[in-house]
Each structure stands twice: as structure tokens, then as C-alpha cells.
């Protein structure tokens, strides 16, 4: 990790380790930011969805129902997509 910038810091706090070139990531409420992080390899956009832990868990409860149903779950934060016959 070279560098990086978050782009609605209000959704989460973040502290960067140079030591160790880790950044650690936690939620500091519902939302939606990007983080773009500039690497030896080049520049990547991450985007980060901080949910409350009630909605996720109806959101697991409800893809694992799908699941024996025997269709493809995909779910990126708040959405998720569901895919068979």
C-alpha cells in the first residue's frame, strides 16, 4: 500500500500501519464509501457497504433459504442477486 483516500469518512473510521503497510477498516455507521487505494501495482477503487447487523443478518438468513432452493446467491452489500431454475 502506497497510498490511499476514503471518500465519505463518516461511514468509517480507518487507521493505516506503515510499519506493516496494512490499513484497518471498521464501520462507523449504515452507508456506502469508496477507498481508493494506490498500490506498487497500480490504483484499485474498493467499494465498502457498512450495514447494521440486524439487516445483514435477514440478508444471510434470506440467502441461505434461497440456497436450498438451489440457486446461485451474489450479494453485494444492501443487494442481492438470485440466479437458477
Known amino acids: 500500500l502506497k497510498n490511499f483516500s476514503v471518500g465519505n469518512p463518516e461511514v468509517i473510521s480507518y ?12 464501520g462507523k455507521k449504515v452507508g456506502f464509501t469508496d477507498l481508493v487505494v494506490w498500490k506498487k501495482s497500480g490504483k484499485e477503487i474498493i467499494g465498502l457497504y457498512v450495514l447494521s447487523k440486524q439487516k445483514f443478518l435477514k440478508t444471510i438468513q434470506l440467502a441461505d433459504a434461497l440456497k436450498n432452493l438451489n440457486l446461485s446467491i451474489d450479494i453485494k452489500g444492501p443487494i442481492m442477486t438470485a440466479s437458477g431454475s
Open 15 to 26: 487507521k493505516f500501519i506503515p510499519k506493516t503497510g496494512k490499513l484497518l477498516i471498521r
